[in-house]
């Protein structure tokens, strides 16, 4: 069972444009969230964070929105950029324990 | 941030011999390390979870006396595949909670390829 969902493999959009990039989870325990970008060949980098005290949180050109009535988390990257083409991965935690979602993978076309 | 080393970030090995991959973490004590392996095309599969100066909690299907994972300081961790054989080729990946952190931080990877 999926504890933390992914449901686009894949996402393109068009430089300049908004990428919403979208994060389903159903454990009600978990009460942080993280987004994170891979390239290929590396690890993964921490992009941002969400309490689940707040329901927004934005730096620079990304923001996280958090619904927990919902149990949905998205992440905007306004405006999208070609060296935003990467892997995006969504986790949720709770204490130690981490959990993350399959990724989706953004390509930003020029 | 917070940075974590992970070394070799790519090894060829022959069938059969055994690799050591280190973790670090530079500028912070790690309570707890993760380490993870990558198929292509897949999400992070968490293998273990170590804490310092105890055993790795392994995750299910996850065989302990062929990845070991020795976290003996708070600095370091180091995943040993050992007898290597060419389906353990992939991607290994580790990560690093700060004592009383939330943020987990990832080193650089490891590509094995094991011939």
């Known amino acids: 069972d999926q504890q933390v969902k992914q449901n686009s493999p894949s996402l393109s959009v068009q430089e300049g444009r908004i990428s919403i990039l979208n994060c389903d989870y159903t454990?009600?325990?978990?009460?942080?969230f993280l987004w994170y970008k891979k390239y290929p060949a590396e690890g993964p980098t921490f992009l941002i964070s969400i309490s689940s005290i707040k329901d927004k949180n934005e730096d620079g050109r990304f923001t996280v929105f958090l619904n927990k009535s919902a149990k949905h988390l998205s992440l905007h990257i306004v405006p999208s950029q070609p060296g935003d083409s990467a892997v995006y991965f969504c986790a949720a935690s709770y204490g130690q324990n981490f959990v993350f979602g399959p990724g989706t993978r953004l390509s930003v076309l020029p | 941030g917070a940075v974590v080393s992970q070394h070799p970030s790519w090894v060829i090995c022959k069938s059969g011999t055994s690799v050591k991959i280190e973790c670090r973490s530079l500028?912070?004590?790690?309570?707890?390390m993760f380490w993870y392996r990558q198929f292509p095309k897949q999400s992070l599969m968490l293998m273990a979870t170590?804490?310092?100066?105890?055993?790795?909690?392994?995750e299910q299907g996850v065989e302990k006396d062929k990845f070991l994972i020795n976290h003996a300081s708070l600095t370091l961790s180091t995943l040993t595949v050992t007898s290597a054989h060419p389906e353990d080729s992939s991607f290994y990946i580790c990560s690093a909670q700060q004592g009383g952190g939330e943020k987990l931080f990832f080193g650089s990877g490891t590509q094995l390829s094991v011939l």
């Open positions: 170590s804490n310092e100066g105890s055993k790795a909690t392994y």
């Open positions: 500028d912070f004590q790690a309570t707890t």
């Open positions: 454990n009600s325990m978990f009460d942080y």
